[in-house]
């Protein structure tokens, strides 16, 4: 604890002796106390004019420990994270190349398969049309000649159809079924006098082929009409 001194100066004492004769002389009897010094505010002012004449320290702000291990970790995490999107990004373009090189592989063998499959009817129809070519001076071999040739054309239509179910595609009959038009393309219409026949697909122009269960060529036809008599 700062104490409060009392001294007493050969000037002090000079200047309470002069003020006390002043005192004698202005108020007669009046007495004078001792000087008091409070060092106190001395030894703050005295500070306070050393700290303005020297700078500051600089406070240094460190985070703590556990704080930079943690960015260290997230740093790591995010560098493996970016590597694991480039492989998979890679991976990924290899994985759709060798997908796009399998399909066009596999789509160019079912085009070999499918017309390697007609390549002998096409021979067939080659040795039929050259036999019934002639010439033929023999009226009975020419006709002998055409009627072969009619035959041929049978067989060979009959490998065509067999060549197309191998594939899953099977032709489907329209006549006499009421239009549909998912199954039938009506090109005209055709008067009728029954009325259960309107609507009704009354003539075949092309026959219609099934692939599976979905229509790959509908059938083109005619379909009835009835107009009641007026």
């Known amino acids: 604890m700062d104490r409060v001194e009392v001294s ?22 009046e007495e004078q106390g001792p000087k008091v010094v409070d060092r106190r505010r001395l030894r ?17 702000v460190r985070k703590p420990t556990f704080v930079e291990e943690l960015e260290k970790k997230v740093a790591v995490a995010e560098e493996k994270l970016r590597g694991h ?7 990924s373009a290899e994985f759709r190349a060798r997908q796009g090189r399998e399909l066009e592989r596999r789509t160019q063998q079912a085009r070999k398969d499918a017309v390697s499959a007609f390549l002998g009817i096409a021979d067939d129809m080659g040795r039929a049309t050259a036999a019934a070519s002639g010439p033929f001076e023999d009226p009975a071999k020419r006709q002998e000649a055409l009627e072969s040739l009619v035959e041929g054309v049978r067989m060979i239509q ?18 006499g079924e009421k239009f549909d038009p998912e199954r039938h393309e009506a090109v005209r219409t055709i008067e009728v006098n029954d009325p259960k026949l309107d609507g009704m697909v009354v003539e075949e122009l092309a026959q219609g082929y099934l ?13 009835g009409k009835f107009s009641a008599p007026s």
């Open 8 to 29: 007493s100066t050969p000037a002090d004492e000079e200047e309470t002796g002069a003020g006390a004769g002043e005192g004698a002389e202005e108020g007669g009897d």
């Open 85 to 91: 999107i480039e492989r998979i990004d890679k991976e």
């Open 44 to 60: 703050a002012e005295d500070d306070g004019q050393a700290a303005e004449g020297e700078p500051a320290a600089e406070e240094v």
């Open 158 to 175: 009959g490998r065509f159809f067999q060549e197309l179910a191998s594939f899953g595609v099977k032709p489907f009959s329209s006549k």
């Open 211 to 223: 692939l599976g269960d979905e229509v790959l060529r509908p059938g083109t036809v005619a379909v």
